[in-house]
């Protein structure tokens, strides 16, 4: 599983993904320049231009026309993916940290992080077809919980709730046309540390967070009951499910500064497989020079790619042996 190692970014990666089709893979990084590349191959395609900070996230719409991006610099941007020209910017007070399409793409969901006397908030804005006709006005905000980042929010099963989580540790659902939370996830069972990713299913049923507690969590989308854990050595920073097979993968690694030992695989670097119904570990990928920050599947489950610390992308296409891993 030889990889395409791709260097487009000069700033460590934050998200990654892939379109509908999956013939195209989206990176955001700290340099401010989201990139779109051909996901068979590793060619960079072209870049968006215009952002002023961090980009922290991105979603693509199901027709792979119109991209989302969420950025340090208080705005979200909605871009032409064919043209990469700004098609309308959505301005806050705050850094805009995730972003998310409903399906059918006429909403999507933006959350802002807690800044000065701001707290964090999700907003749900109204995606127009005709740019033009586009207006920043919100349909519904919904106040997160004081001094708490919100690091990810998704849309639910049939975009009828909004679910949240973040550096509380805690999961929430929110009614997604009231902002009535209806549901949180239990301290006893849940995360004890800092929630880092979350990444829903494509049927909507069931989700996947990553945690600085060194493990990631499979969920029940409408209970929040816990399915599955998988325990790792380090931190979770990115996690990701197989489309086609019962496998998920998970990314982190211990940060420079938090490492004790000089050993050179000290910080853990590696992309981790799990199966996902028996929670064992079948395999691991190396080649990092640094935390694992971002990974995506591609949608038909042939191959992957992971984003870190060092600026890298690593495209992975699976070999066979992979789809015959038998437990």
Known sequence: ??????????????????????????????????TVWFADNGERLGTYNGHKGAVWCCDVSRDSRRLIT??????????????????????????ARSVDFAVGDKLAVITTDPFMEQTSAIHVKTISNDPDEQTAESALIITGPPRVRINGAVWGPLNRTI???GEDATIRIWDSETGKMLNESSKETGHSKTITSLSMSEDGSHFLTGSSDKSAKLWDSRTLTILKTYETISPVNAVAMSPILEHVVIGGGQA?????????RAGNFDAKFFHKVLQEEIGCVKGHFGPINALAINPDGRSFSSGGEDGYIRLHHFDRDYFNIKM
Do not use: Q
Request: include cysteine; glycine fraction near 6%.
């Open 163 to 165: 679910i949240s989580a």
């Open 70 to 95: 969420g950025s340090a610099d208080r705005s979200a941007k909605l871009w032409d993916v064919k043209s990469g020209t700004p098609l309308f910017t959505f301005e806050f007070d705050s850094p």
């Open 1 to 34: 599983m030889r990889p395409y190692l791709m260097k487009g970014h000069e700033r460590p990666l934050t998200f990654l993904k892939y379109n509908r089709e999956g013939d195209l893979l989206f990176s955001c990084a700290k340099d401010h320049t989201p």
């Open 256 to 264: 420079a500064i938090d490492v004790t030992t000089t050993h050179h």
